[in-house]
């Protein structure tokens, strides 16, 4: 169908040309979808003529759907639009320059750096230096006068290159950010029906027209009008705020929006509107129109993510994006967890360093000056001259740089620089072990967890049922009965009852290679039984393609309440027959006859049906089979109210009951084992009967023979812990939980009170963590209620996932085992860069501060003080946070909450090495050029050139540094420092690359870095001390702790109460604050000074340093992507937020348990 009037035509016209050809236009679309209920069924019926007729005019079959020929979907695309919503414009490379200038610590430098540099340029007529105090005692006076503008410009070239490195960052983060997002577009897919087939396509390929299947547990990708639908629930309250679900229906309200969620029952659907002309889209258009308000900006995210909905993975420092949006978000969740556990300690500590680091830098300012004012001006009696001013002026500013340096070094910025690298590359490795983390902090709150609580089905077994052993005609078969062995009336009936009743997405494939098993798609237990028709060599298709399901009369769905699935279809010779399947204890007792060996229906009484228990579903059970029991009934005389399901389930007839098989994963046993040796509790919970669960509990480990611990079903925990006025009382439960192991025939609600429960739990000295895992759209509350949540990402539905905190890519238990290796590891390596950035700050610190106290000077200065920030902070960060886990890990129990960051045996090495170090630092300062023979450092005056004696004291402590960074790989005392160093290849790099570094500026940084070089033996002498930290490490760890009493642990988490309390009458950011979510209370806190400390890191590096800078950065960025849907709105790049924007993030709509994500 070409354009006759050719190729020059505009995109619109071409689309203006084709839309005669369908029978409605995209503005009739539109209007339709505004429509609700029975204003809509109305437009429909009057205007359109029906569904069918819609269906008609836009040129699809119902049921065969679209042909997808390649040429129609391009000119529907053209006509009625993508299934995409633009993304916003990202920003440019300068207004990131321009962001990241915007930084208190880069402005007090770029001002005292200017100061510096305009004045040593000034020579004061006339001025002679004896009058002024010594300003330059050298002979090369001149020359030295001139190259005092040297120290200015190192500092102002070091702010340009980290204004750019991290305006570069950002960038890339964006461009990656941008990436990962088209490629989680790409792997959403849906089921659509092309050519009468039932295909996975991906969402952004969904063209109006296109029929699409849904299901329990779908998000819906586009808008659309019911064609057919059984038992349809669906959750919008992400469009319209309302908690309550709304029935689909054709004769009621058949509208379904794209956004919303699939809570019960299936159907199909045409779809009418796609992308921007969706109801979602037209929301966004609607909010971006306005781009210069950021408050729109930020609700078109808020309409996008509600509920945190947005697949993030969160940075955690301070410059990569911590928007403030982004973390009102976080608190207009339903209240989602408490904070995590190391942000909360970290924050503490962070906070505590750096009110120390302020004092400290601001302590050194005024002795500096005061010294300086007292000896000139009182001591040697000189009067203050205009013409000396200044030279005054260039001390004055000398030493402020120097005060501005302690503070830079004081501040641990490294630390959620840290966190972060650690955390991101975790999460980097944990993708590999098959666990997609979706918030950061769970990948650290896992590594706390002391209790489990798993579902069976597929999680703990292979999730591949087989039918191996039934009950048909009053026999028990022990293995698959011959077809000929059963009566053909029971085989028609079991048949049909097994093809029909159930859902037709459920199917059998060929095997994908030779000789391998058949792919089970859809529901694994109607697989298992459509396997079982197989294996009775019958055709279930030829089945389904007589009864197509259109012509299913109505469907009860399966849900957690009913526990059952039913189908009614017209007899050909009138009336109606329903088929039912379900859990076979609650369907027997629904059954009052039963099919005997001839076929013929015999009555089934109480009796009969305790005895089929005892001698048939309890051995089952026993071996750990699932029991399934298939029924039907016939409704020959009036048709029945189908409403009153009460009165429709019951007086069935059994046709059988299958014992399904689903085998124990091999791995299990042992990842069990394993939990237990760490310390953690696993728990069951499942549908199951007790005697199924009680049997795979057995073979997994969970029960072991000779154990007190309880198996309950549902009902009777619900009895045990519940009031006279069934409300849950903490009490009762309390005496429950900690001896539960199995919770059998739970509904999800059980679930959530059991998670809840142990979570609220006081028994004990530690509040328990709890980890849940998930599959179904209502295990959606205790996904969000438990510490970390995990989904199951093949079995689990669109629902589940978003609820939950990490999806596991194989939905396997041993993963969550991996998961919590990795969160162990995490924390260990924070406690290791904290015990090696400690020991720096405290002797930097101290160094700085006597020294200027002492000699007026500090004997490290700033552009060497930001050299070794920068060693501390980024390099060392990458070196000790990327530590490979080991099995060690799972040896030891878990942390509690409340246990410090510092252990006792840590601040032993911290103040142990400091006292090495500090003795060292001083010696040399004060005797070391005697020691070494060459002229003192001291008191220098201020211009004069770099001493050996100060380049000495410098490489000494940087060496010492370095051989302390391998001491802090070990952080329980363990005498082996170097065990698996070569297996962490990113910490030998950073070891040699900073040493390469070191020795380049020492012989060639020059007056920059104020070194000069020094002579072979020079060298080896800082070598042998720095090697002496090794030795030193050693004496320490020889020490026992207990005979210490003085040490003292740091780093506490907060008490619940002292968060409430801190959390009262604050405004929106400081609520956020109290989330701690990512550990930068310090910054938000108004120590606004401190927010780019991250790039003051890199502040001095030149030519050398700078590379190593850019790679460090790009690593810690290529891991913080954040991945939301489409909008990314502003989740890219700080944003200042002013009060009016985080007001108008904060109220959700009232009652929205679920998100909304459009693609």
């Known amino acids: 169908m070409t354009n006759p009037s050719g190729h020059s035509l505009g995109r619109n016209s071409v689309g203006e040309n084709y839309e005669g050809e369908f029978g409605c236009t995209l503005m009739d679309l539109r209007k339709l979808m505004e429509l609700r209920s029975a204003d809509a069924v109305t437009q429909i019926n009057t205007h359109y003529g029906g569904v069918q007729d819609i269906c008609a005019r836009l040129k699809t079959s119902p049921i065969e759907g679209l042909s997808g020929n390649p040429l129609d979907l391009e000119k529907r695309r053209l006509v009625f639009g993508q299934n995409l919503i633009p993304p916003k414009k990202p920003k440019t490379f300068l207004e990131l320059v ?127 009008i019911l064609i057919q639908g059984n038992d349809l629930k669906i959750d919008e309250s992400s469009l319209t705020g309302e908690s309550d679900h709304v029935k689909k229906s054709l004769d009621k309200d058949p509208m379904l929006l794209s956004g919303t969620h699939v809570m019960e029952g299936s159907g199909r659907m045409v779809v009418t509107a796609v992308g921007i002309n969706s109801q979602t889209g037209i929301i966004f258009t609607l909010l971006g129109a306005s781009e210069e308000e950021e408050e729109e900006e930020d609700k078109k995210k808020k309409a996008k993510t509600q509920d945190g909905v947005a697949l993030e993975i969160q940075p955690l420092n301070s410059q990569e994006g911590v928007d403030s949006e982004e973390k009102e978000k976080k608190i207009s969740k339903a209240p989602k967890k408490e904070k995590s556990v190391l942000q909360g300690k970290l924050t503490r500590l962070a906070v505590q360093i750096g009110k120390a680091g302020l004092i400290m830098s601001a302590l050194t300012v005024i002795i500096l000056i005061l010294y300086f004012v007292v000896d000139n001006f009182v001591v040697q009696r000189r009067a203050w001259l205009p013409e000396c001013t200044p030279i005054y002026i260039q001390y004055f500013v000398k030493f402020f740089i120097i005060g501005v340096t302690v503070l830079v070094v004081a501040v641990p910025e490294g630390l959620p620089l840290a966190v972060t690298i650690s955390l991101a590359y975790s999460v980097k490795k944990m993708m590999k072990d098959n666990n997609l983390v979706r918030h950061l902090d769970a990948c650290e709150t896992m590594g706390n967890a002391t209790a489990i609580c798993s579902d069976k089905t597929g999680t703990l077994t292979m999730n591949r049922m087989t039918v191996v052993q039934a009950y048909i005609g009053s026999t028990h078969y022990r293995q698959i009965p011959s077809p000929d062995a059963l009566p053909p009336k029971v085989l028609d009936l079991m048949v049909n009852g097994i093809s029909i009743n159930s859902a037709y997405t459920s199917k059998i494939l060929p095997p994908e290679k030779e000789g391998g098993l058949p792919r089970q798609v859809g529901n694994k237990t109607e697989c298992a039984l459509l396997g079982f028709v197989t294996d009775l060599k019958q055709d279930y298709q030829a089945v389904r393609n007589e009864v197509p399901e259109e012509k299913l009369f109505k469907v009860y769905t399966f849900n957690s309440v009913r526990k059952s699935m039913s189908t009614v279809i017209r007899k050909p010779g009138g009336g109606f027959r329903m088929f039912s399947k379900g859990a076979s204890e609650i369907m027997l007792r629904k059954c009052n006859r039963i099919l005997d060996k001839n076929g013929e229906t015999t009555p089934f009484r109480s009796k009969d049906r305790d005895d089929m228990v005892h001698n048939v579903i309890e051995p089952m059970a026993s071996e750990g089979l699932r029991t399934i029991c298939i029924a039907y009934r016939d409704f020959d005389d009036a048709e029945p109210s189908w409403d009153n399901e009460n009165e429709i389930l019951t007086e069935l007839t059994c046709i059988a009951v299958v014992g399904i098989e689903d085998p124990v994963r091999p791995e299990v046993p042992d990842a069990i084992s394993k939990c237990r040796r760490a310390g953690i509790t696993v728990r069951m919970v499942t549908g199951d009967n007790v005697n199924t669960a009680r049997a795979i509990a057995t073979k997994c480990g969970i029960l072991t023979p000779g154990d007190d611990f309880l198996c309950l079903e549902g009902k009777e925990f619900n009895r045990l812990i519940r009031n006279e006025k069934g409300e ?275 012989e060639f940084g020059g007056k920059p870095f104020s070194c000069t070089n020094l002579s072979m033996e020079q060298w080896m002498w800082c070598l042998f001390i720095g090697i002496g930290e090794l030795l030193w490490g050693q004496v320490i760890s020889a020490i026992p702790t207990q005979s210490l009493k003085f040490l003292k642990e740091a780093g506490h988490g907060a008490a619940k109460e002292e968060i409430t309390k801190d959390a009262e009458g604050l405004e929106e950011i400081d609520l956020a604050e109290m989330e701690l979510r990512r550990g930068q209370v310090l910054w938000v806190r108004g120590l606004n000074r401190i927010q780019t400390q991250i790039e003051v890191i890199n502040t001095f590096q030149t030519g050398a340093s700078f590379k190593g800078a850019l790679k460090r950065q790009n690593v810690s960025q290529h891991l913080d992507i954040k991945l939301v849907p489409s909008s990314y709105s502003a989740a890219l790049a700080p944003v200042k937020s002013s009060p009016s924007t985080s007001s108008a993030v904060t109220s959700p709509p009232v009652g929205n348990p679920s998100g909304q994500n459009v693609p």
């Open 98 to 224: 321009w962001e990241a200038l915007q930084d208190v610590t880069l402005i007090i430098l770029e001002i005292a750096a200017i100061v510096s540099l305009v004045l040593s340029f000034y020579r004061p007529p006339g001025g002679d230096n004896e009058i002024c105090g010594q300003a330059s005692g050298s002979p090369d006076e001149e020359e030295e006068a001139e190259t005092g503008w040297i120290e200015g410009a190192a500092i102002l070239t070091s702010v340009i290159i980290v204004v750019l490195v991290t305006a570069f960052n950002d960038w890339s983060k964006e461009k990656q950010f941008r990436g990962l997002q088209s490629r989680i577009e790409l792997e959403q897919k849906f089921c659509i029906i092309r050519n009468g087939q039932l295909i996975q396509l991906p969402v952004a390929e969904i063209v109006v027209g296109d029929i699409a299947q849904i299901k329990y547990g779908d998000l819906l990708p586009a808008d659309g």
């Open 728 to 1002: 849950v009382e903490q009490e009762k439960l309390d005496k429950i939980w900690p001896k539960l192991r199995v919770l059998a025939r739970s509904s999800p609600t059980d679930k959530h009170t059991l998670v809840k429960g142990i979570i609220d739990s006081m028994v004990g000295e530690q509040r328990q963590v709890v980890a849940v895992t998930g599959d179904g759209t209502n295990d959606g509350p205790a996904l969000k209620k438990a510490d970390v949540g995990f989904a199951m990402g093949i079995a689990g539905t669109d629902v589940a996932k978003e609820a939950s905190d990490i999806i596991l890519t194989d939905d396997n238990f041993t993963s969550i085992v991996k998961a919590v290796m990795w969160g162990r590891n995490v924390y260990d390596s924070i406690s290791k860069f904290l015990q090696f950035q400690l020991t720096v700050n405290v002797v930097a610190v101290i160094v700085a501060f006597t020294g200027a106290c002492i000699t007026q000077d500090s004997p490290l200065k700033a552009v060497q003080m930001l050299w070794v920030n920068l060693i501390m902070d980024t390099f060392a960060s990458l070196a000790l946070a990327t530590e490979p886990p080991t099995e060690s890990l799972l040896r030891r129990r878990p942390y509690g909450r409340n246990k410090p960051l510092i252990s006792r045996t840590m601040m032993k090495n911290i103040l142990g090495h400091a006292v090495y170090q500090l003795t060292v630092v001083f010696v040399l300062v004060f005797a070391g050029d005697k020691l070494f023979d060459i002229d003192s450092g001291r008191k220098a005056p201020l211009h004069s050139p770099p001493s050996q004696h100060y380049t000495i004291v410098f490489n000494t402590f940087v060496l010492m540094q370095l051989f302390n960074e391998i001491n802090s790989r070990k952080i329980h005392g363990e005498k082996n420092v170097f065990s698996g160093i070569y297996r962490n290849i990113i910490f030998c790099s950073v070891v040699l690359g900073t040493f390469i570094c070191q020795i380049l500026i020492v």
